[in-house]
């Protein structure tokens, strides 16, 4: 049984009740949903927020980062996250669903940002002082908005979010480590096989597969991955089927060898030398790692 919850955005704002987008100040927010947010969890909708003040360590997909003032972090639906703080955070958060923002942007995806256009890239952005403050404005005016009723409330804060966006994008684009595609037709294959592989990981593992879905060959299809984020198909499709693994081992009740199984793979010890080979570890030393908190 998967026990890891999977949170809706009306869950956080029971008095406006949207199920389409969510604003607040951190503070307030962490105290208001403490009995749902501070263990490991999932969302089915896009989050950004900015820490001002605190300190702590944000784990995602079973990468640590660490919480200060200037952190900025972007997570896509269906990434498993927790926080932990050593002295109280301070900022603002937004949430909202896909929909929201493709409505008010016809033709603007959310893969248009590089926080967003890949589980490759990375979900954290760390700005200077004189950025934070620049950033928080506009935080902050979305919150302000959003326990607004005004006309055209939800077009504003549609408006106010793709500024931030904007914003961050250009930001990140300057300190991440991402590679600037020139190519739209590769930058639409590559979400187009990631759509695939997160339909057919558990099942098929081979490039030639997902190339057959994309109606390409396989060599253009690993030069599309190679040009874009610097890998092969090959480890695309691994690294999706390993994040899986983690999350089933850490966060549910199965067995090793029937999680085994749910990812594909009948023979338990191929499955283990596999884990071992890309984790470091075995998925039993890795589960009692994360079991004692370590």
Known sequence: MNIIPILHIEQFEKEIASAEIYSNVLSTHLVTNE????????????LCVLFTKGTGIHEIDFDSYDVGPGSVFFLKPGQTHSWKFDDAPEGYIFFHTQDFYEFHFSNSKLSQF???????NSPFLRLSIEDTDAIAVRFKEINTEYYMQLPYKEQKIANLINLVYMDLARHYSAVANTRVISSVAYLQALETLEKTIEI???????ASFYASQLHISPKHLNRITKNTIDKTTTEVIMERVMLEAKRLIVHTDHSLSSISETLGYDDYAYFSKLFKMKSGMTPYDFKKKYSVGV
Do not use: G, L, M, N
């Open 35 to 46: 009995h749902i947010i501070h263990t490991p969890h999932k969302h089915d909708f896009f």
């Open 114 to 120: 590089p926080f967003y256009f890949s589980q490759i």
């Open 200 to 206: 057919h990981f558990k099942e098929e593992k081979s």
